[in-house]
């Protein structure tokens, strides 16, 4: 049986993979010559953007019809989020001019799908139950929109700075990026969705957990219970004192960055074996 | 050939105080086109005349120089002597007519570059020269693609983006921070023409309501009745302030009156909602301190004029793009205008030949039609009639080539190479005077015919026609 989940894990990228890697790059400088005055150029790169989120889907699709999923391992949970930012930025572009923010998100997902696939497998859980795959599935979008939100968050940030101190030739503020207020109320709602499901797939991983009978003393459980008790404090924050703009969205970063930090403890102690 | 010109004075060439002598006032416009075609070599003319230029777009008629004319026609109607105006007045001719007309449409030729509202004032001067009667097709058509290439440069560069005045600067700022205006409040603090400006720009841009406050209820009312407001006592300030969303502040007020003690209170109110004051007054009303606080983006007379600048250097640097539609644009309707010239002679030409087709055509269907004919007798009349068409066509042309006098002989065959895209072997080259050589059978329409008629009166037999 360790055999089979070893060559599972060890599966080859598809061909889809090398075309998102690609799409992606490409999405990536489009964006950037966009943003360099080009706007002709951005039905151009709103389309790289839409095929990379394409082939990324079909490379999923194709693991899993090599029976590797989402959900099996935080590697494979990686690639997903990857896929789940990129869809989040897709379904933002349609209403909002987030150009500063593609060209961020591009080489975010970019990174997480080649790590996804490209690192060493190291080896599987043997006994992946149900508890665990809904644990890991859950996690995974519940971060995929914490990742949206921040993303927002740090687009904010950076359009108020120069808003703020008035630099009117700088590049944040020419590309007439999204508005602030419009970007602060997305972050918030999406803060708002994934907070319940993060909530759940904390619940469940701590019943897993003691239910294989590991001890809790391992750095990246405190470290899961840290970012929850951000967002929460976030969510509680806004909506009891009225917090929200530049406050809000340093919140939201500090807990992004804790969750990033989990899913970085995992994936080197599974990479160490 | 008749060709587009432009006769014209404007902001580049010449300060307002020149302008105004040469503007012209709309119930002037349709006489003043009619007496320039009627009296001048003008087929078509458009006058436009606004603040900052007055210009004639016409065409010449055939083979005459309007430009000329036009500027001493401009002058007389402003009685003017023609040299007062001489070194003011400007004019293009033809490609150059073509893209200054272009130009001017797409607001690249416009005081404030990228400022649409030339647009408007060429559709109407349009419109006055059509009621007039004094827009042909070579005018109508470009000012056609004029409105088309405008489109095209607003659309497809950064020309009109920005805003490029300080009162709208305030709706562009609010803009940036609330995306939509819809249901925003606007607070008006003191009065002033610039703040009553930007009051209505942000209503326009779909700000819900105005509230307006003075120290003087009276000025306030005054105010708001002008603007649709609604006037408040000075004293509600502090409420006023945690209502709006964009505030508009010019007060002679020596002191900051938008005090950071006033807006720590206010922020909190509003549970840091964000609040944008934009400070026309000088000295200023608002404390810079309270740019620092949450929410809070506080604009000064100065920021509003680093945006202007900001937005217009944009604008400079999109203009080069738009530039090159220009041309572009102009190159394709130029094109068009050389095609113009030679339709007719296209349309005879087919017309001619189309004639000399069915003419032949019909001749041997009723040969065909008189009595039975074996196949290969209806393959001989066939022939014969495709022989007898070349050969009325070819007639004239060929006797226009030999009858050429000696010095037009060489053009004309070298004509016809291109035309035909030949390439003549022999001694005599399409730019010799010797004659092309051509058999003598076929030479002479009637000849033919008399061996069609032969053809279809005695049979074929498989000698002859494998002689011919």
Same mark, same amino acid.
């Given at each position: 049986?360790?055999?089979t989940?070893?060559?599972?894990?060890a599966?080859?990228?598809?061909?889809a993979f090398?075309?998102a890697?690609v799409a992606?790059?490409a999405?990536?400088?489009?964006l950037?010559?966009?943003?360099?005055g080009? =706007?002709r150029?951005?039905?151009?790169? #709103? /389309?790289?953007v839409?095929v990379?989120?394409a082939a990324?889907?079909a490379?999923i699709?194709?693991?899993?019809t !090599?029976?590797?999923h989402?959900?099996?391992s935080?590697r494979?949970?990686l690639?997903?989020l990857?896929?789940?930012?990129?869809?989040?930025? #897709?379904?933002?572009?349609m209403?909002?001019?987030l150009?500063?923010?593609?060209?961020?998100?591009?080489p975010?997902?970019?990174v997480? !799908?080649? *790590? +996804?696939?490209?690192?060493?497998?190291?080896t599987?859980?043997d006994?992946?139950?149900?508890?665990g795959?809904?644990?890991i599935s859950?996690?995974?979008?519940?971060v995929?929109?914490?990742?949206?939100?921040?993303?927002?968050?740090?687009i904010?940030?950076?359009?108020e700075r120069?808003?703020?101190?008035?630099?009117f030739?700088?590049?944040a503020?020419?590309d007439h990026?999204?508005?602030l207020?419009p970007?602060?109320r997305?972050?918030?709602r999406l803060?708002w969705?994934?907070f319940?499901?993060?909530?759940v797939?904390l619940?469940l991983?701590a019943?897993?957990?003691s239910k294989?009978g590991?001890s809790?003393?391992?750095?990246?459980?405190?470290l899961?219970?840290?970012?929850?008790?951000f967002?929460?404090?976030?969510l509680?924050?806004r909506?009891?004192y009225?917090?929200?703009?530049?406050?809000?969205?340093?919140?939201?970063l500090?807990?992004?960055?804790a969750?990033?930090?989990v899913?970085?403890?995992?994936?080197?102690?599974?990479?160490a074996? | 050939?008749s060709e587009?010109?432009v006769?014209?004075?404007?902001?580049?060439t =010449?300060?307002?105080? *020149?302008r105004?002598?040469?503007a012209?006032r709309?119930?002037e416009l349709?006489?003043?086109l009619q007496?320039?075609t009627? @009296?001048?070599?003008v087929?078509?003319?458009l006058?436009?005349?606004?603040?900052?230029?007055?210009?004639v777009?016409?065409v010449?008629r055939? @083979? /005459?120089d309007a430009t000329g004319?036009?500027?001493?026609?401009l002058?007389?109607q402003r009685g003017?002597?023609?040299?007062a105006?001489?070194?003011?007045?400007y004019?293009?001719?033809?490609?150059?007519?073509?893209?200054?007309?272009?130009?001017?449409a797409s607001?690249?030729d416009?005081l404030?570059l990228g400022?649409?509202q030339? !647009?408007?004032?060429?559709?109407?001067?349009?419109?006055?020269?059509?009621?007039?009667g004094?827009?042909g097709?070579?005018l109508g058509?470009c000012?056609?693609?004029a409105?088309?290439?405008?489109?095209?440069v607003?659309t497809?560069?950064?020309i009109?983006r @920005?805003a490029a005045?300080?009162?709208?600067?305030a709706?562009d700022? /609010?803009?940036?921070?609330?995306g939509n205006? =819809?249901?925003k409040? *606007?607070?008006?603090i003191?009065?002033?023409?610039?703040?009553t400006?930007?009051?209505r720009h942000?209503y326009?841009s779909?700000?819900q309501?105005i509230?307006?406050?003075?120290?003087?209820p009276?000025k306030? $009312?005054?105010?708001?009745?002008?603007?649709?407001?609604?006037?408040?006592?000075w004293d $509600?300030?502090?409420?006023?302030?945690v209502?709006?969303?964009?505030v508009i502040s010019?007060t002679g007020a020596r002191?900051?009156?938008?005090?950071?003690?006033?807006f720590k209170r206010?922020?909190?109110?509003?549970?840091?909602r964000?609040?944008?004051v934009i400070?026309?007054?000088?000295?200023?009303?608002?404390?810079p301190?309270i @740019?620092?606080?949450?929410g809070v983006?506080?604009f000064d007379?100065d920021?509003?004029?680093k945006v202007? +600048?900001?937005n217009?250097?944009e604008r400079?640097k999109?203009?080069?793009?738009?530039?090159?539609?220009?041309?572009?644009?102009?190159?394709?309707?130029?094109?068009?205008l050389?095609?113009q010239?030679?339709?007719?002679?296209i349309?005879?030409l087919?017309?001619?030949?189309?004639?000399?087709?069915?003419?032949?055509?019909?001749?041997?269907?009723?040969?065909?039609a008189?009595k039975e004919?074996?196949? =290969?007798?209806q393959?001989?009349?066939v022939?014969r #009639?495709?022989q007898l068409? *070349?050969?009325k066509l070819l007639h004239q042309?060929?006797?226009a080539l030999?009858?050429a006098p000696?010095? $037009?002989?060489?053009l004309r065959?070298?004509? #016809?190479?291109?035309?035909?895209?030949l390439s003549?072997?022999?001694?005599a080259g399409?730019?010799g005077?010797a004659e092309?050589?051509e058999?003598?059978?076929i030479?002479e329409?009637?000849q033919t015919?008399?061996a069609?008629?032969? /053809?279809?009166?005695?049979?074929?037999?498989?000698?002859r026609?494998?002689a011919?």
């Amino acid at each position: 049986m360790p055999r089979t989940s070893e060559r599972l894990l060890a599966v080859a990228p598809s061909p889809a993979f090398w075309v998102a890697v690609v799409a992606y790059t490409a999405a990536a400088a489009a964006l950037l010559v966009v943003l360099g005055g080009h =706007a002709r150029l951005r039905p151009l790169a #709103l /389309a790289l953007v839409g095929v990379a989120f394409a082939a990324h889907g079909a490379d999923i699709g194709w693991r899993g019809t !090599l029976h590797v999923h989402p959900a099996q391992s935080v590697r494979e949970a990686l690639g997903f989020l990857a896929f789940i930012i990129t869809g989040g930025y #897709l379904l933002a572009s349609m209403r909002y001019r987030l150009t500063l923010g593609g060209a961020a998100v591009m080489p975010v997902s970019l990174v997480l !799908l080649v *790590v +996804a696939r490209l690192t060493p497998a190291g080896t599987a859980p043997d006994d992946l139950s149900t508890l665990g795959r809904i644990h890991i599935s859950l996690a995974t979008i519940g971060v995929g929109v914490f990742a949206l939100a921040s993303a927002l968050s740090a687009i904010y940030l950076v359009e108020e700075r120069a808003l703020r101190r008035k630099r009117f030739d700088t590049l944040a503020f020419k590309d007439h990026g999204a508005p602030l207020e419009p970007l602060d109320r997305l972050s918030h709602r999406l803060i708002w969705v994934g907070f319940p499901i993060f909530t759940v797939a904390l619940v469940l991983g701590a019943i897993w957990v003691s239910k294989l009978g590991e001890s809790l003393d391992r750095p990246e459980y405190p470290l899961a219970a840290v970012t929850w008790i951000f967002y929460a404090a976030l969510l509680v924050v806004r909506q009891v004192y009225g917090w929200r703009g530049r406050r809000a969205a340093r919140l939201n970063l500090a807990g992004f960055a804790a969750a990033l930090l989990v899913l970085l403890i995992y994936l080197v102690r599974r990479m160490a074996g | 050939m008749s060709e587009l010109f432009v006769v014209g004075i404007s902001w580049r060439t =010449a300060p307002v105080a *020149v302008r105004e002598k040469l503007a012209f006032r709309d119930e002037e416009l349709t006489g003043t086109l009619q007496a320039m075609t009627a @009296g001048l070599p003008v087929a078509e003319a458009l006058l436009v005349s606004t603040c900052n230029r007055v210009e004639v777009y016409g065409v010449t008629r055939p @083979g /005459a120089d309007a430009t000329g004319p036009v500027r001493a026609f401009l002058a007389a109607q402003r009685g003017l002597l023609p040299a007062a105006v001489a070194d003011v007045l400007y004019d293009h001719r033809g490609s150059a007519a073509v893209r200054h007309v272009f130009s001017v449409a797409s607001a690249l030729d416009s005081l404030v570059l990228g400022e649409a509202q030339i !647009l408007g004032q060429l559709k109407a001067a349009y419109g006055v020269a059509t009621g007039a009667g004094t827009s042909g097709p070579v005018l109508g058509r470009c000012l056609e693609r004029a409105f088309g290439v405008a489109k095209r440069v607003r659309t497809e560069t950064a020309i009109a983006r @920005g805003a490029a005045n300080v009162s709208t600067v305030a709706v562009d700022l /609010a803009k940036r921070v609330f995306g939509n205006l =819809a249901g925003k409040s *606007v607070l008006v603090i003191g009065a002033g023409k610039m703040s009553t400006l930007a009051a209505r720009h942000l209503y326009a841009s779909g700000a819900q309501r105005i509230v307006v406050t003075n120290r003087s209820p009276e000025k306030a $009312e005054a105010l708001a009745a002008e603007i649709d407001g609604t006037a408040r006592p000075w004293d $509600e300030l502090e409420r006023l302030l945690v209502d709006a969303d964009v505030v508009i502040s010019s007060t002679g007020a020596r002191e900051p009156i938008l005090t950071r003690a006033l807006f720590k209170r206010v922020t909190k109110a509003r549970r840091w909602r964000q609040l944008v004051v934009i400070d026309i007054a000088v000295p200023r009303d608002a404390d810079p301190a309270i @740019g620092e606080l949450d929410g809070v983006y506080v604009f000064d007379i100065d920021d509003l004029e680093k945006v202007v +600048a900001a937005n217009l250097a944009e604008r400079a640097k999109a203009a080069e793009h738009a530039g090159r539609i220009v041309d572009h644009e102009a190159a394709q309707f130029e094109h068009w205008l050389r095609t113009q010239g030679v339709v007719p002679t296209i349309r005879a030409l087919r017309e001619r030949f189309a004639r000399v087709a069915d003419a032949e055509l019909q001749k041997a269907l009723d040969q065909l039609a008189r009595k039975e004919h074996t196949p =290969a007798q209806q393959r001989e009349v066939v022939q014969r #009639l495709v022989q007898l068409v *070349v050969n009325k066509l070819l007639h004239q042309p060929t006797a226009a080539l030999r009858e050429a006098p000696p010095d $037009e002989a060489g053009l004309r065959a070298e004509i #016809l190479c291109q035309l035909f895209d030949l390439s003549p072997t022999g001694p005599a080259g399409p730019s010799g005077a010797a004659e092309p050589a051509e058999p003598a059978e076929i030479d002479e329409p009637r000849q033919t015919q008399q061996a069609l008629d032969r /053809a279809i009166a005695e049979p074929a037999s498989p000698e002859r026609k494998a002689a011919t």
